[in-house]
């Protein structure tokens, strides 16, 4: 009886994967459609096909884009800031992930989905924000508020842990966060619960200060639009997740040049992910399956430039050090001058 069933769970997780796979080669082929139709887009709007070419192509190629990025799911619009290409503490951007699909199916508090968002460029972090714990139940985690647009009958129905920041280590390349709740939970519309879609959506932000996240979702919060009124730390304190980072050891160049951009990469994994919150270094991190999000929009976060900072932003114990090691130069040039001239003397 125990070979059937193994047998029958194998054949599940065959079947599960070979689906996964499947529907990743769909979107793939769509997310090349719409970088397609982008490109016709552009150059309806510079005139090519209104003025040299075909306005009936252009309203087609408009359409067309329109119908097809329907089947684009997790939007991420970036901010831009300005680094310093050698900078060791820099504000980079922020990011806002627009979610109007139901790709975090698989997620539940026993299968997360994890999102990794990695940093191109050689560039790290310059800050922690959440570090990983040998024991798991010891771990403190960020938690992302998010909220819903669409019609005023919806309502969020996220939990407030639904969308946390599970790493997030100074000198390390990328950051991780995980979803505990299905997309299909996420929606509540008049007591029947939907992922979100194309008319409705589901919003949450990061790299931005615990005061902007308060700004930000308060009110939707007071409304039951949002799951949480500001980004959080695990004590429930508004949280900084300002992206910082230090390009002392990168390769970035000098904007405009293509070099001089700072990208990132995002990429979601499954339940089979192992050390996230855990391993004393990312390289210990066990990726899982890829869990099928489909990510799209821009990835830059910041232009770099030489605009001479390469020291980190002193907080107050480090003002008062160098303001100590000031005193000291000056105290020993002093004492020098003093031996010199009594010497002359």
């Known amino acids: 009886m125990s070979s059937h069933v193994g047998t029958l769970r194998g054949a599940q997780t065959s079947l599960y994967r070979i689906g996964i796979a499947l529907a990743r080669f769909v979107k793939v082929v769509l997310k090349k459609c719409i970088d397609l139709n982008l490109n016709m887009l552009n150059e309806v709007f510079r005139g090519e096909f209104v003025f040299g070419f075909n306005v009936h192509t252009g309203l087609l190629a408009l359409g067309w884009l329109v119908g097809i990025n329907v089947w684009a799911s997790v939007h991420h619009i970036p901010t831009i800031s300005d680094v310093d290409y050698r900078g060791r503490s820099e504000k980079a951007g922020s990011i806002t992930f627009l979610v109007d699909g139901d790709d975090f199916f698989l997620a539940t508090p026993d299968t997360p989905v994890y999102i990794r968002i990695r940093l191109k460029s050689g560039v790290t972090l310059s800050k922690t924000l959440v570090a990983p714990t040998a024991n798991i139940t010891l771990h403190q985690p960020y938690y992302l508020a998010a909220f819903v647009t669409g019609a005023p009958s919806l309502t ?29 939970d996420w929606i509540n519309d008049g007591g029947i619960l939907q992922s979100p879609d194309w008319d409705k959506h589901v919003i949450f932000r990061l790299g931005i200060s615990g005061n902007e996240s308060a ?19 695990f004590f429930g304190e508004p949280a900084n997740t300002e992206i910082w980072v230090d390009a002392s050891a990168s390769i970035l160049g000098i904007y405009p040049d293509p070099s001089g951009t700072l990208k990132f990469n995002p990429f979601s994994a499954d339940w089979q992910t192992t050390g996230v919150e855990t391993a004393q270094h990312s390289t210990q991190i066990i990726t899982g399956d890829a869990s099928g999000v489909d990510f799209t929009g821009a990835y830059i976060i910041a232009h770099a430039y030489v605009l001479g900072r390469s020291v980190p932003m002193l907080d107050f114990q480090g003002l008062v050090g160098m303001v100590v090691l000031l005193l000291a130069v000056a105290l020993f040039v002093m004492t020098r001058t003093r031996d010199k001239n009594a010497h002359a003397g």
């Not at 969020?156 to 299909?184: H, Q, S, Y």
């Open 215 to 233: 700004d930000e979702m308060a009110a939707l919060y007071a409304v039951g639009k949002a799951n949480r009124p500001f980004n959080s730390n």
């Open 156 to 184: 969020i129905n996220m939990p407030p842990d639904a969308i946390a920041i599970a790493r997030w280590v100074a000198g390390e390349k990328e950051f991780w966060l995980r979803v505990t709740t299905p997309t299909e």
